[in-house]
């Protein structure tokens, strides 16, 4: 049974952070207008999207704001499953944060060079993988899912790990492109965490209680129509969450199952990008990524959102027995 104690900690982190979240917005989102940190949509994106152009965007610092006050107040006896969550979430922000601010300076959907935010990317993974080699309980082993089975990655990890991660932070960034798309896929995937953590005995729960609580709060104000974007801020942490806390639980594979979603709206991507080339010019899609494609193929906005979300619910059940 779970203690007391326990139950407290896991179930406040969220109430914590959703109440942070819901009552700083309304406050974050005037001073942002103010500052004109607005969102630069893309030129060649749907026709549609060229209303949500100006609409505030860096909210992502609102979601880690909330998860760090939340995770910071029950942090104590967790530190060694909440320190390395957090911090990695907080690093990929930072990114992601640096990017917002160089596309607002610039006027223009163009932030920090792909280089450079590889080179984040991987400075960030690096010290993560290095935490969970040399100090954590798991070391360079996973699980594999449906058969339980224990693996050693040995001189493998380091490479699983940076395309695990790789794909992970690109694949929220991607699927952050429709209002409360990418917040509720993630919210999904948090709670799939939560729950998770919870039958492993309570590891990594303060964290994803605390992100499940902030993702809940934000979207009341990023769901359709949005009044706040999160920007790469967010798009980006959510990524090294998802990614961090699948490695704290010793199932990065997972990954596969419960974001699927995301895996697809980056290999939509790479498809369409390859055919393009590959044909001289046609398209495999409507438009990429993969949530465009159902735009234009006539969905409405939060028909997809609602589509994909019920898509990761189901993925999320079917991850539970992969790992049970």
């Known amino acids: 049974m779970i203690s007391s104690i326990t139950k407290y900690s896991i179930l406040m982190p969220a109430i914590i952070a959703f109440a942070v979240t ?17 969102q630069n949509i893309r030129e060649d994106g749907p026709e549609s999207h060229k209303v949500k152009q100006g609409t505030p965007t860096m909210g992502g610092v609102i979601i880690l704001a909330a998860m760090t006050l939340a995770c910071l107040i029950f942090i104590k006896g967790h530190a060694k499953t909440v320190l390395p969550v957090l911090l990695t979430t907080l690093a990929y922000g930072a990114v992601g944060f640096a990017d917002d601010y160089l596309k607002i300076a610039k006027h223009n959907s163009d932030g920090l060079k792909a280089w450079q935010k590889m080179l984040g990317q991987f400075v960030i993974m690096l010290v993560f993988g290095i935490y969970i080699w040399k100090f954590s309980d798991v070391g360079t082993r996973i699980v594999m899912p449906f058969s339980g089975k224990v693996v050693d990655t040995g001189w493998l990890f380091f490479p699983l790990m940076f395309f695990v991660m790789l794909g992970t932070t690109n694949g929220s960034n991607f699927t952050d492109g429709l209002d409360g798309l990418a917040t509720s896929v993630t919210a999904v995937i948090t709670a799939f965490f939560w729950i998770f953590g919870l039958i492993c005995g309570g590891a990594t729960c303060v964290a994803t209680s605390a992100m499940f609580g902030a993702l809940l709060g934000f979207l009341c104000f990023n769901v359709h129509p949005a009044k706040i974007f999160m920007g790469d801020t967010g798009s980006l942490a959510l990524g090294g969450f998802v990614a961090s806390t699948a490695y704290m639980l010793g199932q990065p594979l997972i990954i596969l199952i419960i974001a699927f979603v995301y895996l697809a709206e980056v290999v939509s991507v790479i498809l369409q990008v390859g055919y393009f080339k590959l044909t001289g010019g046609k398209r495999l899609f409507k438009m990429a990524p993969i949530h465009h494609h159902f735009e234009l193929s006539g969905w409405e906005e939060t028909k997809v959102v609602t589509m994909f979300t019920l898509a990761t619910a189901i993925l999320a059940i079917i991850a539970l027995l992969a790992l049970l």
């Open 22 to 38: 819901v009552i700083a917005s309304p406050f974050v989102i005037p001073v942002l207008h103010k500052f004109k940190f607005g």
